[in-house]
């Protein structure tokens, strides 16, 4: 198996000089919802649906890290492949307040550095620091709530 480095190249009329990125931050998924309990029976063998631990009541959660005016933030990407709209709440600490976004049906919602919309601006995140990312990320996600728009 061979690793090779990604590199990309952009290069417009305006500036024909060439920018060089790197792919080193795209969106990784958010690995720590509990697996799936949808187990059937087939014959002597338990079968159970391949977990993805990202998908939390049909709703696909990535993150990527970058930065925003000189400050280190956390992106969120959320997928809905669910046909009705959902209501996404989290809380990133007890005595935050309760962030909620709506995503609507089978779209994706992507947070940007600038976003085009007050709810898409929710999936910017101030990056926690190192000492306190650990307790931070382990009570956010114990206190994300995925909910159909009634």
């Not at 600038?114 to 931070?136: M, Q, R, T, W």
Request: charged letters at 20%.
């Amino acid at each position: 198996m061979f690793v090779f480095p990604l590199l990309g190249m952009s290069q417009s009329a305006n500036k024909p000089e060439a920018t060089a990125f790197t792919f080193n931050d795209s969106w990784r998924p958010v690995n720590k919802f509990s697996a799936s309990e949808n187990k059937t029976q087939l014959g002597n063998n338990l079968v159970a649906a391949p977990s993805l631990t990202n998908v939390l009541n049909g709703v696909s959660f990535y993150s990527k890290n970058s930065e925003c005016n000189a400050e280190k933030m956390v992106i969120l990407k959320l997928i809905n492949s669910n046909n009705y709209d959902v209501q996404i709440s989290w809380q990133m600490s007890p005595t935050s307040p309760k962030v909620v976004v709506i995503v609507p049906a089978l779209k994706d919602y992507e947070g940007s550095c600038a976003p085009d919309d007050k709810n898409k601006a929710k999936l910017v995140i101030i990056k926690p620091s190192e000492s306190k990312k650990g307790e931070a990320m382990k009570y956010a996600l114990s206190h994300i709530s995925v909910a159909e728009v009634k």
